[in-house]
């Protein structure tokens, strides 16, 4: 059972215990540990969640604004112990208690907490009182243990549990041992209780299934809830031009995000099947998008819908494309050679796509602004990457060599701003990695802007301070991954 004592903010002097699997902390209406909203503005409206595993408690920041403190140390995730002290934000603070039991209570005067309604309290009790009719006291709690420890080795394997048959025969050892020692002449008698209590030691492991299918079932439904609030979120980015709303719409995205993957990593404690079926819901862009964002170590949570919607129209426009056929056809004749220079440096092919958005890999292209060769650079951009570029003798013609300095260009970029953040070095090719910098160097300016999750590549399209072109040049490129990646669908090439 987990007890917090509020030592300062608006829960101040009340008391509140636990025994539920996840406690939420914040300002929100379906929070179970709720601050006020005008006394401890630093609390997040989701904060953080103090979560049940392995027999003990954990407490996870849910990408709060202004963190959460364990024993004075901000942390993301901590195991708990009695007495640390937690901070949320910097104002409000509890102390933590930790003790053995299985009821949910409110203690001391918490008149403004409301705890979540006890989980499975009549099932338990049903338990005890079919044990009480066949056992005493000791058989009673060597059965709760025999459970206890079913559920616990059944979340460890994500459901499953290969240890049952051991757990139970423990258990049964123990009230055998037990009932022999006390019952001494009278050995005898109680044998056939004994017997008894392995039928209800088999029947906590139905009870223990059961308990944990309505659990799942209920993080499956909490899942659905924080998705559909995320995508109204995101909506609501789409439309909006105001930078203070846009920065308040993608703190409260980061603190659903968070939420939605705690809850998801619960279900995966629960039912590892069922997770992997979770992650890999939507359509078949939805799974031909994660397919290339994994490689790159690059997944977000939540895609933005309009950067889907982008990419889907670039899709179609490929497909409905008259050349389609004839572009494919030229980037076969140059792929086995592009691979080899991007696979030298361990760069995903998918990057190789800037040939098909800059050229659709025409190795004579030129533009107005003087940018040459399938990769299009210009004069000064090819001299820096080693290549001749003079009267009489132009390098960015040689597809080999252009090639080699297009790879060590991508490689630089994804140096610059980490292989997770490999669509800012695509909208760098075409930005240029000046411009980039100089978005992300406003952004450090900014509360936070120097952490991971402000210099991504999905924060600034949400927050659209990349030009707009630069925007739809990203989606481009990956359109032509995706058609290339599946050409039997797209008709470039006959099925099996």
């Known amino acids: 059972m987990l007890k917090l004592t509020f030592l300062s903010g608006s829960l101040q002097g009340t008391e509140a215990s636990f025994a539920q699997p996840a406690v939420r902390i914040g300002r929100a209406p379906d929070c179970d540990v709720r601050f006020d909203k005008q006394a401890d503005p630093e609390v997040s409206a989701h904060h953080a969640e103090i979560v049940a595993e392995g027999g003990g408690w954990a407490i996870?920041?849910?990408?709060?604004?202004?963190?959460?403190?364990?024993?004075?140390?901000?942390?993301?995730?901590?195991?708990?112990?009695?007495?640390?002290?937690?901070?949320?934000?910097g104002g409000a603070s509890a102390r933590v208690e930790l003790a053995d039991g299985t009821g949910?209570?409110?203690?001391?005067?918490?008149?403004?907490?409301?705890?979540?309604?006890?989980?499975?309290?009549?099932?338990?009790?049903e338990m005890a009182a079919r044990v009480r009719d066949r056992a005493d006291t000791a058989a009673l709690r060597v059965a709760e243990q025999a459970a206890q420890k079913l559920m616990e080795e059944r979340a460890r394997q994500g459901g499953k549990s290969g240890k049952t048959v051991?757990?139970?025969?423990?258990?049964?050892?123990?009230?055998?041992?037990?009932?022999?020692?006390?019952s001494g002449r009278r050995w005898l008698r109680v044998v056939l209780a004994v017997a008894g209590l392995g039928l209800v030691v088999a029947g906590l492991l139905g009870l223990v299934v059961a308990m944990q299918r309505r659990e799942l079932q209920r993080l499956v439904g909490e899942k659905a809830r924080l998705d559909r609030e995320i995508e109204a979120v995101q909506a609501a980015m789409a439309g909006e031009s105001d930078e203070d709303k846009l920065a308040a719409l993608e703190q409260r995205l980061a603190e659903?995000?968070?939420?939605?993957?705690?809850?998801l990593g619960r279900v995966a404690e629960q039912d590892r099947i069922a997770a992997r079926e979770l992650e890999e819901a939507g359509d078949d862009l939805d799974r031909a998008i994660r397919r290339i964002l994994a490689k790159f170590d690059a997944q977000t949570y939540a895609i933005p819908p309009v950067f889907k919607e982008a990419l889907r129209e670039q899709v179609d426009?490929?497909?409905?494309?008259?050349?389609?056929?004839?572009?494919?056809?030229?980037r076969n004749r140059h792929w086995k050679a592009i691979t080899r220079e991007f696979a030298a440096l361990g760069l995903p092919e998918e990057m190789a796509y800037i040939a098909w958005a800059e050229t659709q890999f025409d190795p004579e292209a030129v533009s107005s602004a003087g940018a040459r060769g399938m990769w299009q650079m210009t004069p000064g951009t090819a001299r820096e990457l080693g290549l001749r570029v003079d009267d009489e003798v132009d390098e960015r013609l040689d597809v080999p060599r252009q090639t080699r300095a297009a790879a060590r260009k991508l490689a630089n970029l994804l140096a610059e701003f980490g292989a997770d953040s490999f669509m800012l070095a695509l909208a760098s090719y075409n930005?240029?990695?000046?411009?980039?910098?100089?978005?992300?160097?406003?952004?450090?300016?900014?509360?936070?802007?120097?952490?991971?999750?402000?210099?991504?590549?999905?924060?600034?399209?949400?927050?659209?301070?990349?030009?707009?072109?630069?925007?739809?040049?990203?989606?481009?490129?990956?359109?032509a991954a995706v058609v290339c990646?599946?050409?039997?669908?797209?008709?470039?090439?006959?099925g099996p």
């Open 485 to 494: 990646n599946d050409p039997v669908r797209y008709g470039l090439e006959t």
């Open 256 to 263: 659903l995000t968070g939420s939605a993957r705690t809850t």
């Open 104 to 125: 949910l209570q409110s203690l001391g005067p918490m008149t403004k907490l409301t705890p979540a309604p006890e989980r499975k309290r009549l099932e338990s009790d």
């Open 60 to 89: 996870i920041d849910t990408a709060s604004t202004n963190g959460t403190l364990v024993n004075g140390e901000k942390v993301s995730r901590r195991r708990l112990a009695s007495g640390d002290v937690l901070v949320f934000g």
């Open 166 to 182: 051991a757990i139970m025969a423990d258990a049964l050892a123990e009230m055998h041992q037990d009932t022999k020692r006390r």
């Open 317 to 330: 426009i490929l497909a409905r494309s008259s050349n389609l056929k004839f572009v494919y056809k030229r």
């Open 431 to 479: 930005r240029g990695e000046a411009g980039v910098r100089r978005v992300l160097h406003q952004v450090a300016q900014e509360k936070d802007g120097f952490r991971k999750e402000k210099r991504d590549f999905w924060h600034l399209y949400r927050l659209k301070r990349l030009p707009a072109e630069t925007m739809d040049y990203v989606p481009r490129v990956l359109a």
